[in-house]
């Protein structure tokens, strides 16, 4: 057993505990070899199923690999101006990309430093012309230039992205230059399907719309037993047990194997699942609940509290019926239902009945 709690609830972060689906892998793969035309990848699932972690492997990846510039961005910032500064910081880029030579002639009036020459003397750029003539689409494509020229690639990425004016102008900047043949340059992202979806909307964003989604599933039972073993000492059936128990949701394999590490050595599992549900309630579950519409909710709610699964009893349980179909595909995109087994629907999430019941079966 670790000395260390090696599990952890940092979003992004996974440790020694990491389980690697090898979603970053294949992402990596691509925007290395010379024979792939894919630049931008889209990292989407539920929210707490280890989006964040595959997304930190690339970054992580790619920034110590020799030929390329990687840039993290915030998705609630400017990402034009923050990009433009990080690449203006690279020592490759001089000062001739920040300044503009005019002639004397040209700023009377004005107040200028004299640099050189007197019939054809150059000046600096006023603040006054700064504005006028300052295009922050043409530094950005100049500087990408630049740092291809002196044989970089350059990725951008984006955690948990979202819908904003500056995000859908950084984007159709971004789109742009991916047209240009000599450029080269690439683009990764993780969000929850809607505010994926907040951007088809977008006309000047088809590359981004059709660009490939890595969607993250839940983790793999055995490794997950492997690990419970390892980390935790336990043994093969407890091992077995706790893995059962997650539903493979990457997020409640994180929060109950750090709360079975600090427990008392004579409790049980039973005796973690007050805690547990306390975190998982609060943390994951009223986040996944309040992003979903009145009608989607209701559907969720005769879903987790169904007796049978049977997709039939459950439509007739509704309130609409004839709404079912298109409910049923919404939260299939959003990655909350399972519909392998024909006929049937769930909710593969531990104790997502159990919060059902007790906080939202009376509305």
Request: charged share 30%; glycine share 6%; proline share 3%.
């Amino acid at each position: 057993m670790a000395s260390i709690n090696p599990f952890t609830r940092t979003p992004g972060v996974a440790g020694t505990a990491f389980i690697d689906m090898h979603y970053a892998d294949k992402i990596i793969e691509s925007f290395e070899s010379d024979l792939s035309s894919k630049y931008v990848y889209k990292i989407v699932g539920l929210r707490g199923s280890g989006k964040s972690v595959e997304y930190r492997k690339i970054i992580n990846a790619l920034t110590d690999r020799k030929g390329w510039l990687v840039y993290t961005l915030s998705s609630a910032g400017d990402p034009l101006s923050t990009l433009i500064a990080k690449l203006s910081k690279e020592p490759f880029i001089d000062d001739d990309i920040h300044s503009t030579a005019v002639s004397a002639a040209g700023s009377a009036g004005m107040d200028v430093a004299v640099l050189k020459g007197s019939a054809e003397i150059e000046v600096t750029r006023t603040a006054e012309r700064n504005k006028l003539y300052y295009s922050a689409e043409a530094e950005l494509s100049e500087m990408i230039q630049k740092a291809n020229d002196e044989g970089y690639k350059v990725l951008v990425g984006i955690d948990d992205i979202a819908k904003t004016t500056d995000m859908v102008k950084f984007l159709s900047i971004w789109g742009a230059m991916l047209l240009d043949d000599k450029k080269h340059i690439y683009f990764v992202c993780t969000g929850l399907a809607k505010n994926i979806e907040d951007f088809t909307d977008e006309p000047n964003l088809t590359f981004f719309k059709r660009s490939d989604p890595i969607e993250t599933g839940p983790l793999d039972k055995y490794e997950i037993a492997l690990m419970y073993r390892k980390l935790l000492g336990v043994g093969e059936e407890e091992s077995v047990k706790l893995a059962r128990f997650t539903c493979g949701y990457a997020y409640a394999y994180q929060v109950l194997g750090s709360l079975y590490y600090d427990k008392k050595k004579e409790d049980t599992l039973e005796d973690i699942i007050p805690e547990f549900d306390k975190i998982l309630f609060s943390d994951s579950y009223d986040l996944i609940w309040k992003s979903l519409t009145a009608a989607e909710q209701e559907l969720v709610r005769n879903i987790v509290l169904s007796d049978t699964g049977k997709a039939a009893d459950i439509k007739a349980s509704m309130s609409s019926p004839s709404g079912y179909d298109s409910l049923r595909q919404r939260l299939r995109n959003k990655h909350l239902l399972n519909t392998e087994e024909r006929g049937h629907v769930r909710v593969d999430l531990p104790r997502f009945r159990e919060y059902i019941r007790l906080w939202h079966s009376e509305e």
